[in-house]
Nanobody, 132 residues
């Protein structure tokens, strides 16, 4: 059973830096996609960034392009979500999810299918609060 654990959330000031980690265990494939979703309080979930580990292909939500980077070191665990310029609108609970193969299709709500059933595993989430 694949399990995901997020870490790195907390309270930030606008313009500050963010680094979230998503660590997977129980992996049985080397070709999988990891997506970071976020859900602001009272708002809909959206896909923020997605990475396919086999080839490093990435997709981003338009509002975070140029500010957020999803990466992993030499296609290994963990997968990071980083920013050097967070904004108050980046506030929310951030979740990572994983599934085998290429799952980073970009839509109007960002990369990845928003339904939980579409992914093999989900983390429990980590809260990020960005203040002005």
């Amino acid at each position: 059973e694949v399990q995901l654990v997020e870490s790195g959330g907390g309270w930030l000031q606008a313009g500050g830096s963010l680094r979230l980690s998503c660590t997977a265990s129980g992996l049985t494939s080397s070709d999988y996609s990891i997506v970071w979703f976020r859900q602001p309080l009272g708002k809909e979930r959206e896909g923020v960034a997605c990475l396919r580990t086999m080839d490093g292909k990435t997709e981003y939500l338009d509002s975070v392009k140029g500010r957020f980077t999803i990466s992993n070191d030499k296609f290994k665990n963990p997968v990071y979500l980083q920013s050097d310029s967070v904004k108050p609108e980046d506030t929310g609970v951030y979740y990572c999810a994983l599934d085998v193969g290429y799952r980073c299709v970009l839509g109007s709500t960002g990369p990845g299918d928003l339904s939980m059933e579409a992914w093999e595993a989900w983390g429990k989430g980590t809260l990020v609060v960005v203040s002005t």
